[in-house]
């Protein structure tokens, strides 16, 4: 089948870069996944995303050298299954709270007797070779989000927890956690302790961490600190910045 090239750059113990899609367009996913990133985020969490539309963004990013991941809606097994059955490599979980969810969410992503996921998957087998149900487990990324800082004090059991492949920070659900909302929170020290935790857990159960980024420079650093899986921003972002930067300049 297809080999998920991120999977591989991470056991290798290289950083990757990403992005989240979260315009609902397949023609922006097609777009996106040509420029070169290591992985995009189909997200059906907080985007317009309905069935086809994500489906059609995981085929059109499976036609490039880019891994497409699905972030669903909530740790659901049914959420998973339907998601996965795209084509997807690889699956985004948004707040995990603890080792027996993000175990669970590991089983739901894997076939028998690795995992709980159902066996009826047609597309995946036509778009990634006749070994698919057999090679897909092996293949398949579990991302698990820390976003509350109840999960947090729990980083380690969810670090640890079987199945789980790369931890992932979500920055403002997080800081929304911690009564930070609609401040300068990526300057609170408070903040930053609890992303260095998730960091250092994420280390000592040998599992790549990331988070989302406003900039490459955040990303950068960020790299530097030792996170391997890092997102910048999203074509939503890209768009508004590009736009807002044209007009500064024509009314400049």
């Not at 740790?75 to 175990?103: C, F, H, Q, S």
């Not at 992303?195 to 988070?211: D, E, F």
Request: net charge negative; proline share 5%; aromatic share 8%.
């Amino acid at each position: 089948m297809i080999p998920n090239h991120t999977s591989i750059r991470l056991r290798n113990g290289e950083a990757t870069i990403g992005a989240w899609l979260g315009l609902g367009s397949p023609y922006a996913a097609a777009l996106m996944a040509r420029l070169g990133f290591d992985w995009l985020v189909v997200d059906t969490e907080h985007s317009p995303f309905g069935y086809d539309a994500m489906a059609q963004s995981v085929m059109a990013i499976l036609s490039t050298s880019t891994t497409p991941l699905v972030r669903v809606p909530w740790n659901d097994p049914v959420w998973i299954k339907l998601a996965l059955d795209t084509g997807a490599l690889g699956i985004v979980v948004p707040m995990v709270m603890n080792g027996e969810e993000a175990r669970r969410a590991a089983e739901a992503a894997r076939f028998p007797p690795q995992g709980v996921r159902s066996v009826g998957a047609w597309l995946g087998p036509s778009l990634h070779g006749e070994d698919y149900l057999t090679a897909i487990n092996g293949q398949v990324m579990v991302v698990v989000q820390i976003e509350h800082i109840a999960a947090v004090e729990r980083a380690d059991e969810i670090c640890a927890a079987e199945g789980v492949d790369v931890i992932f920070i979500g920055p403002n659900d997080l800081a929304a956690s911690m009564g930070l909302l609609g401040t300068n929170f990526r300057e609170n020290p408070a903040w930053e302790e609890a992303i260095q935790t998730v960091l250092r857990a994420a280390q000592r159960a040998g599992r790549p961490a990331g988070m989302m980024c406003l900039s490459v420079e955040e990303a950068l650093w960020r790299r530097d600190q030792g996170f391997r899986f890092l997102a910048v921003a999203s074509d939503a972002r890209y768009l508004q910045q590009t736009a807002r930067e044209i007009l500064r300049r024509w009314h400049s």
